[in-house]
């Protein structure tokens, strides 16, 4: 299982940019799927994730109005927007997700990153004038 990200980049505070994660080689319906990001010198942190079924999402509350999670089952994508940015939102975005054996919710597996078995490469963010 592979995720590609993409989107990442230089942007000025109060900016925007929308993130995307591309499934490789398996079907991402199924996947309840998130967003981490991890700063230089910092443990890694759950941003948002969103459910296979009905689209419920979860957001850490530092992004909560800023970030918009959602998921195009027939792209097998699933995107991040993110409007309002902030330097401290400058960071190493990853997407990630459990494997359908592991039991665990939503909030669960975005709070601890270590519930999450395929990452992604990563894409950088750079919020700064």
């Known amino acids: 299982l592979q995720f590609v990200e993409s989107g990442g980049g230089l942007v000025q505070p109060g900016g925007s940019l929308r993130l995307s994660c591309a499934a490789s080689g398996f079907t991402l319906d199924s996947y309840m799927v998130g967003w981490f990001r991890q700063a230089p010198g910092k443990e890694h942190e759950g941003v948002s994730c969103?459910?296979?079924?009905?689209?419920?999402?979860y957001y850490a509350d530092s992004v909560k109005g800023r970030f918009t999670i959602s998921r195009d089952n027939a792209k097998n994508t699933v995107y991040l927007q993110m409007n309002s940015l902030k330097p401290e939102d400058t960071a190493v975005y990853y997407c990630?997700?459990?494997?359908?054996?592991?039991?665990?919710?939503?909030?669960?597996?975005?709070?601890?990153?270590?519930?999450?078995?395929?990452w992604g490469q990563g894409t950088q963010v750079t919020v700064s004038s």
């Open positions: 990630a997700a459990p494997a359908l054996w592991r039991i665990t919710t939503l909030q669960a597996m975005c709070v601890n990153p270590k519930k999450n078995d395929y």
């Open positions: 969103i459910t296979s079924s009905d689209f419920s999402a």
